[in-house]
């Protein structure tokens, strides 16, 4: 004869695997949220750097955008090492009479391929702007 408390949960047979998958569902979702996040925070980390060096070179000593080797392309594709490589980065080094600006865009390395939701920005896109250096 089965007592009360066992009366009282035999409707709650089998609950805690089901609770358990819902859990752990929730708990991958929160990881890959985080994963995206910390990829896209990294690649704005290395694309901003990579702008302010190519900026930093085009700006000192009359350099320009053009004409000196290595260019600031190539300073920033240098510094932001394989992902470069991808045919999406575009980086762009504008002259103006005082200015060099330098913009870097690629896709985002923290959000799916495929069109599936995500947390982050499909791009990341640093610009710099950079004062030139008069000499004395």
Do not use: N, W
């Amino acid at each position: 004869m089965a007592t009360g408390r066992q009366e009282r949960h035999r409707h709650e047979s089998g609950a805690s695997p089901v609770s358990a998958m819902f859990s752990l569902a929730m708990f991958l979702a929160f990881v890959l949220v985080a994963a995206q996040v910390s990829l896209h925070l990294f690649a704005s980390s290395v694309v901003g750097a990579a702008a302010f060096d190519a900026s930093r070179y085009a700006a000192a000593e009359g350099r320009g955008c053009a004409g000196s080797s290595p260019t600031p392309e190539d300073v920033a594709r240098r510094r932001l090492g394989p992902i470069s490589g991808r045919s999406a980065v575009k980086i762009v080094c504008e002259e103006r009479p005082s200015t060099v600006r330098v913009s870097v865009v690629m896709p985002s390395p923290g959000r799916p391929r495929h069109g599936s939701v995500s947390a982050v920005p499909k791009l990341v896109e640093r610009t710099v702007v950079m004062q030139r250096e008069v000499g004395p």
